[in-house]
């Protein structure tokens, strides 16, 4: 049996990828039911939310429990710019800021010191926003009717999956970067870190404002997807935990691993949502458990050790 | 070179130096001895900036470094290799050397950097595609020192090379190290490895209990009694 070099399987890889963004820019086209794509948009959604949180917490290494406070920034300040007569692209891009400086504004304080702040800093400041926008703006947040009447869903949908490339590549980038590189070593060894000259305050602070912009990109995709909500609910506390429980899944730390974390997840909701009602999430909190527990590196870990015991057979 | 004036360091309320001072000329290869809990390494970390001292101060040749961070410290010239290594273990080898060169100044000059490098270290060329975590701990210690070199550093910071090695190996690793002080770069050892370390260097401080108690030439400390019945183990002096 003849080996594939690595050229050769970087040829496959590229190829495979190209093959899977055609066919994702193809499926509005050729599935025709509004149910489908909707659930599109929801694996979609978690893959940009999964790969944004990936960011900080898994190449950085900063447990973030307040991702929701980044989506919820994103999703209303988008939905108040747009709804008010801008155009969508600068009201996304302003949501995504606003992320950022909410990001920043915990971030220098937290990561000065180490330890467990940052994770309750973060957890506080979502559920201080949850509660507060809850106690201000508790009208549901509509579209007006003359949008409700050219409402069409294809155009969310290639929005969601141009801020999910968007997401991956820049993770992508990243880690493949002299940033990136320095960004890992924090993670790895703070110490040692610093003692090479990476400043881990400022790397620190890097991933966040990533993570938070994209976590915020895709708050203002869902504001400009959904036809009515409480402005609430994009900053609850299960879009950090969903999001978190499909990284470990999936795999921290890796491109693919939020990817498929999102993609199963979503999609087995999907289905146990149809038979078991809430019982799903009891489903899940066992399974985020188990994966704790006995596969740490989640699905790419084990595929992980998978291929290298093929590898050593060969 | 590098000169540390009455530096009181703390950890928490728990004083951990009391008015430490010395000072490391340009080219030499000078050790801190002293027993486990003396305050070696937390010295170390001082001049290295992971620990901000409550008083006192480092200069490197006649900068004050109190106010600045570990890592701009790094880009002015002073390295540490932290105990035990600290290797990036998922990082291959050639990765971790490649952090080396972090800084900017380090960067530019990265590839002759990496050949003298394997000059000094043989053993990292043979094991740059393989994973950190896979090798053994000379191998580890190697690679940190290897790493620290990376950033050209003017003084490299050594805590405990020997630590846990075995005694060929401890042998192996000071011929390594006077031959980096030879190549130019000022070394400041801290080392439980009394008797070896003060073999090998030029001028070495005693520390015991945060307090500088004694300094000398390695041969003249050799001979000092309380340092033959203390750290030597010599009960006929």
């Known amino acids: 049996m003849s080996r594939t070099s690595p050229e050769q399987s970087r040829r496959i890889q590229i190829i495979f990828i190209l093959l899977l963004i055609a066919i994702l820019v193809a499926l509005p086209q050729v599935i ?41 920034a994103g999703a209303l300040t988008t939905r108040m710019l747009w709804l008010s007569g801008w155009n969508l692209f600068p009201s996304l891009l302003a949501g995504g800021l606003v992320a950022v400086a909410l990001a920043l504004l915990i971030g220098v304080p937290a990561f000065r010191l180490r330890g467990v702040y940052f994770a309750i800093g973060t957890l506080a400041l979502s559920q201080i926003l949850y509660i507060t926008v809850g106690n201000m703006l508790p009208m549901i947040s509509s579209l007006p009717a003359q949008d409700l009447a050219v409402y069409q869903l294809a155009p969310r949908y290639y929005l969601f999956l141009a801020i999910a490339l ?89 491109i693919v691993g939020p990817i498929i974390g999102a993609v199963f997840f979503v999609i087995l909701r999907e289905l146990l949502a149809l038979n078991l009602a809430e019982m799903h999430l009891i489903v899940f909190g066992t399974l985020f458990i188990l994966v704790v527990l006995f596969l740490p590196g989640g699905f790419m870990g084990v595929w992980g050790k998978i291929s290298k015991a093929l590898a050593r057979q060969q | 070179m590098l000169k540390i004036e009455n530096i009181n360091a703390f950890y928490g309320d728990l004083q951990a130096l009391w008015g430490i001072s010395f000072e490391v000329n340009e080219g030499e290869l000078v050790a801190l001895v002293g027993p486990n809990g003396a305050g070696k390494t937390t010295t170390l970390r001082v001049i290295s900036g992971l620990l901000k001292p409550r008083a006192g101060n480092v200069r490197l040749d006649n900068r004050d470094l109190g106010k600045e961070d570990a890592h701009k410290i790094v880009e002015l010239g ?100 006077t031959e980096i002080n030879k190549q130019g770069v000022t070394v400041l050892l801290v080392e439980q490895n009394v008797r070896a370390a003060l073999e090998l260097t030029n001028r070495a401080y005693v520390i015991e209990n945060g307090r500088i108690v004694g300094q000398g030439t390695g041969d003249d400390l050799l001979s000092f009694e309380s340092i033959r019945s203390a750290y030597l183990g010599d009960c006929n002096a």
């Open chain 2, 78 to 177: 002073i390295s540490q290799v932290l105990e035990g290594g600290k290797v990036f273990t998922a990082m291959s080898v050639l990765e971790n050397l490649e952090l080396g060169a972090f800084v900017g100044r380090a960067r530019k000059v990265r590839d002759e950097t990496i050949k003298w490098v394997y000059h000094i270290f043989p053993r990292l060329e043979e094991r740059k595609t393989q994973r950190a975590g896979t090798l053994s701990g000379g191998e580890r210690q190697m690679l940190a020192i290897g790493r620290a070199l990376m950033a050209k550093p003017k003084v490299l910071l050594l805590d405990e090379p020997s630590f846990g090695l075995a005694p060929i190996l401890v042998e192996q690793m000071f011929e390594m190290i």
């Open chain 1, 32 to 72: 025709k039911s509004d149910s489908t794509i909707n659930l599109a948009v929801y694996v979609l959604l978690f893959v940009s939310l999964a790969s944004s949180w990936n960011i900080l917490g898994g190449f950085s290494g900063q447990t973030n429990l307040g991702h929701a406070a980044f989506f919820g």
């Open chain 1, 166 to 254: 968007f997401t991956i590549g820049a993770g992508y980038a990243l880690i493949n970067s002299r940033l990136g590189l320095g960004i890992m070593a924090v993670r790895e060894e703070e110490d040692a870190a610093e003692s090479l000259g990476v400043s881990a305050l400022k790397h620190k602070l890097v991933a966040l404002a990533l993570s938070a912009f994209f976590g915020g990109l895709t708050g203002g995709a869902f504001a400009f997807y959904h036809v009515g909500y409480y402005p609430q609910l994009t900053f609850g506390p299960e879009w950090t935990f969903d999001a978190l429980m499909m990284v470990y899944i999936g795999g921290m730390g890796t």
